[in-house]
């Protein structure tokens, strides 16, 4: 089993809405996969038509007492969907203090899955370090926008995680200048293909759907597969 991980450098870069896309990708080409929101925004269940009235979730589950792992919904025989789960802000707050104190919980919960899954897909918040430790991950992801904001909080950054370029517009001299100076300082980390700025990626939430399967032939799906397979491959290499 292989854990995928996607947090935004900042907010509203995507993050979601690529978890969302990666995850039907992988279940496209044969594999098993569960996406896990780690989010206390609890927004990935609405790509995929799920109840926005819906409070159930791992979060949820983990207040009341209840078994985590029955909050999953199954989408496909192979995929499925792991929701944060309604919760206030002070709620919030206590599960990331218990996840603090537990730092292995989300390992051993990991440990679990592996015999049930091929991929966990995580979404990760920015600034919740508990909800963030999530144990073994292959392919922490960090997600940008090539603008300035993006450019400024990489150098403020000491990780080395792989960076995906999002929404990038060629047509745009900053982006183009931007994603120059980056090939060029950040090599080793910048992965070798970018998520193109596309409409549908926007709409297909809209029609509460996945990318891929709201419109297969975009741009953007295209991209989001081609990532999939990048990741299908490096999993090989790295065996």
């Known amino acids: ?19 969302a896309a990666v995850g039907h990708a992988l279940e496209s080409l044969g594999e098993r ?25 791992w979060a949820r589950a983990m207040l009341d007492g209840q078994d985590w792992h029955k909050q999953a919904w199954s989408l496909t025989s192979t995929l499925q969907i792991l929701p944060y ?13 218990q996840l603090l104190r537990e730092p292995q919980i989300w ?21 919740l370090p508990g909800h963030g430790t999530i144990g073994p991950c292959l392919f922490p992801i960090q997600v940008v926008e090539a603008d300035a904001a993006c450019h400024v909080l990489l150098l403020q950054q000491a990780t080395g995680n792989p960076v995906l370029v999002n929404r990038f517009d060629p047509g745009s001299q900053l982006q183009r200048d931007l994603l ?13 293909l970018t998520v193109h700025a596309d409409e549908a ?23 989001v597969m081609s990532l999939a397979i990048w990741c299908l491959t490096r999993r090989r290499e790295l065996a």
Not at 39 to 54: D, G, I, K, T, Y
Not at 85 to 97: D, F, H, I, R, Y
Not at 180 to 192: D, F, G
Request: include cysteine.
């Open 180 to 192: 120059l100076i980056w090939r060029k300082h950040y090599a080793a980390r910048l992965l070798p």
């Open 201 to 223: 990626m926007r709409e297909a939430l809209a029609f509460k759907q996945p990318v891929g399967q709201y419109a297969p032939d975009s741009l953007a799906a295209q991209d």
């Open 1 to 19: 089993m292989t854990s995928l991980s996607v947090r935004g450098v900042r907010g509203g870069v995507g993050s979601t809405s690529l978890v």
């Open 85 to 97: 789960g309604e919760l206030s802000e002070a709620e919030s707050a206590s599960v990331e203090q």
């Open 33 to 57: 996969v569960l996406m896990i929101d780690m989010c206390p925004e609890n927004l990935l269940r609405l790509h995929f038509n799920l109840l926005a009235s819906q409070e159930l979730g």
């Open 107 to 127: 390992v051993r919960r990991q440990a679990s899955l592996a015999a049930h899954y091929d991929w966990l897909l995580f979404d990760l918040p920015q600034r």
